[in-house]
């Protein structure tokens, strides 16, 4: 009885999930709420993107694999070829991956989304949707395909081309991407929000992923950024605020708290919050 009342509750929550909202002609925006599988995550939401090209659509992240995104797609693309790139191997990004049997990643990361993922880390969540994680014993399938992505390929969508920049920082197979018609998706490399970063010497790879698009910006300057997480369209401020941001935690290294969830150490400033790798 118990079961039945959990499905009927899981069903109706299905088709509120995924919030889509049409951003240009050729751009959608499907935003998924990560909070709901712990509180720690505050980056809400989750931004996933899908441009449609005149013959091939592309899909940027597969979120969290709680409920079906493909026919949320499907129902966007028509007859369109549908294209599938992680922008790097965060659980947020990757979990919907089995779901549509072929994707593309950075060759950095590509190991990583071959092999069932382990979510075991949410097991004592607090939230009861991850039972729905439980269900599959906490490992969640891959896509059966994984093809590797460089910096600098480009992909042909029909009157939209769109260009891989390998930004490695945030993690080493972050990948951002530009189009020919002046967006620039920068992926979790840049958004305001909690910001996990990696062990402080390697802050310098950091840094010069986010100069590296600060030059971009400043070559094209009307270019509009769109992170994966929470505000967009965003402009260069995003990258400079948290350049200079990140410059500056050296000078805040003294108030750091541990945060045990995350294994950082947690510093904030006026702009951020920041998590910083302890491993
Ligand atoms: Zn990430």
Known sequence: MFRKFHNSLIMSDDKQHFKVSKHKDYLYVIKENISVVHPAYRNDPLNMYLLLGTHTALLLDTGCGLYPLKPVVDELIGERNLLVFNTHAHWDHILGNEEFGE???HENEAYIISKPYDLSFLKDSPCEIVRKYEEKDFSIPPA???NTLRDGDIFDLGGISVRIIHTPGHSPGSICLLTSTGELFTSDV??????FLPKRKSFPKVLITLSKLIELCEKQKDLELYPSHRKYPCDKTLLTDLYNGIKNIKNLWDTKKSFDFFYAWQ?????FRYYVSRM
């Open 103 to 105: 994707v593309y990643i």
């Open 144 to 146: 059966e395909v994984i």
């Open 190 to 195: 840049a958004y305001y929000g909690d910001q």
């Open 267 to 271: 510093i904030d400033d006026n702009k």
